[in-house]
């Protein structure tokens, strides 16, 4: 299971997915879980300045998937163009990407 903590830092106009992908050497998914916060019960859009929203995942690694190291990364879109959120850097004043890289995963 993965929990994730978001914080809303403004209010949101627009109803933003999550993505959890755990990905192979070749940045191929071999798993993931896309969703609205709380499986859609708690949209951003519903979300009040300074809510912490308390996010849970599951994802399912096929029996046949291969032994080794795996990126779990992270982020949030916008469905209807498929468009990723930035993330920010710290100061929130330079674009990091479009994923946050949680850390590496071994499967045995």
Do not use: K
């Not at 999550?18 to 859009?45: C, R």
Request: no cysteine.
């Amino acid at each position: 299971m993965l929990t994730l903590y978001w914080q809303a830092l403004a209010e949101m106009e627009r109803r933003y997915t999550v993505f959890t992908h755990l990905l192979d050497a070749d940045n191929q998914i071999v798993a993931q879980m896309d969703s609205e916060p709380l499986g859609g019960t708690h949209p951003t859009t519903e979300w009040q300045f300074g809510e912490i929203v308390r996010d849970n995942y599951a994802l399912l690694i096929a029996p046949d998937t291969q032994p080794g190291e795996y990126l779990l990364e992270v982020g949030m879109y916008y469905l209807p163009t498929l468009e990723r959120l930035s993330v920010l850097d710290g100061s929130g004043s330079a674009v990091q990407g479009d994923r946050v890289v949680l850390g590496r995963i071994v499967v045995y």
